[in-house]
């Protein structure tokens, strides 16, 4: 696998933002699709590109009308909005969800409206294997594909007498750095989310790191795999840093946007992330000292892997053909095309660049092989606004690193359970891992047998 820097899938919003529930009228003649994907406000950058992009795409398609929607996905409401039809024509997940959706049916194979797209057979199977069945049919199109690293503030690094363009490549060294941050500045050396599923979530890709899994399959049937060394390996990292060392501060109860934001203020030495981390703590939280922001590939412990995902764009059973044609050509349009075709990407880039506020150039996993993502990093080059020199270690360092996908079944259920461990172990001295993981395993079993019936 060949990593390379691309065009951070440009924020994807729309014109006219609707509720869920009961689809518009269609006009005669005219076909109207209700997409996710609409940003915060916060993202102007995004919203003024794809107010454009929203037109380009109608006058080439005069049959069509899109809808944006600000919905985003929440595990505890999400089922039941998609049972009771009270969902877009156009869905954004996480890559935890597909493969439950597409075994429950609830969503529509969309191969045959894919396929007629001249490069449909030029996607990296990587990133089509998630969203496909065993019989090979597809159901959808990923946005930004991306793989764990290490975020981390360069200042504080040398504030602390340590190598900013030598990020920490094992968790040994994590500690050793989040120690030294921690006590030559006063801030929080590293910090694990343990809230909203994200804790689980970080736990999981941390055990990936020490060579565990989170799930397996016995006689057909999955069940949870956490409840062995490699996860108490990693839990016994965590409260070694908490408690020996004092080095990941007093707030232990943060979801993702508590950690980009407080570490957006220089609050936080390091954390786990992605490149794309950039655009939010830049764009949403107003990070000032954007030369600060650096990333590495996810330190290691034995594992030699990291985890990988992504948002993916699905289409409901419920959704009627015609409409489910209409939202295929606007997934091509508004996601695939700019990862393909240099002279999209450059538009799009250069459209970007013209707002300081903005963030082009972040690196992402490739769509399609490395020689188009070449050409993709070529074409966007002279409007690249962020350096790329601070990305360099992730670009570099992932490379030898295995991609593992996150749990394939219940996946928001178990980062659900595990989340409570996380937090026992942040917030109570005395937590027994033991005890707590053979708790969640049972947890987990429990929901992994529920979701068979």
Known sequence: ????????????????????????????????????????????????????MVADFEKQHPGIEVQGSTTTFDPLTFSAKLAGGRVEDVIKVPLTEPQGLIA???????????????????????????????????????????????????????????????????????????????????????????????GGWQLTMLTYTHGGEIERQEGGKHVAAFNADPMKKALGLLKEMRWS??????????????????FAAGEIGMFMGTPGTYRLAKMTYGMQDTDA????????????????????????????????????????????QPQYDPAAAASRAKDLAADPKSAVGVPTLPMFDAAQQAKIDAAIEPHVNVKLEHFRPWLEGTQALTLRPEPSVQAQQ???????????????????????????????????AAARQ
């Open 104 to 198: 429950r049916k609830q969503v529509r194979p969309l191969t045959e409206e894919l396929s007629a797209w001249a490069h449909y057979k030029e996607f990296n199977p990587q990133v089509l294997r998630p969203l496909s069945d065993t019989a090979g049919q597809v159901y959808g199109v990923p946005q930004s594909p991306f793989a764990q690293g290490l975020v981390y503030n360069r200042a504080l690094f040398a504030e602390a007498g340590l190598d900013p363009d030598q990020p920490p490549k094992t968790w040994d060294e994590v500690r050793a750095a989040a120690k030294a941050i921690s006590g030559k500045t006063g801030k929080a050396g590293f910090v694990h989310e343990s809230k909203s599923n994200q």
């Open 1 to 52: 696998m060949k990593l390379t820097a691309g065009l951070l899938g440009c924020a994807v919003l729309a014109t006219t933002l609707t509720a869920c529930g009961s689809p518009a009228a269609d006009e005669p003649g005219v076909v109207v699709i209700r997409v996710q994907g609409m940003p915060p406000a916060t993202d102007k950058p995004g919203l003024d590109q794809f107010k454009k």
């Open 293 to 336: 922001f650096g990333v590495g590939p996810l330190p290691q412990a034995g594992g030699n892997a990291t985890m990988t995902g992504g948002d993916v764009y699905l289409v409901p059973r419920s959704v009627s053909e015609e409409r489910a044609a209409a939202a295929v050509k606007w997934l091509l349009f508004a996601y695939a």
């Open 414 to 448: 178990v980062y659900a359970v595990l989340d409570t461990v996380v937090q026992a172990v942040l917030t109570d001295k005395g937590a027994a891992i033991d005890e707590l993981l053979a708790e969640a395993e049972s947890d987990v079993n429990a929901k992994l």
């Open 245 to 262: 060392d004092d080095s990941m501060g007093d707030a232990q109860l943060n979801d993702q946007n508590d950690v980009i934001k407080r």
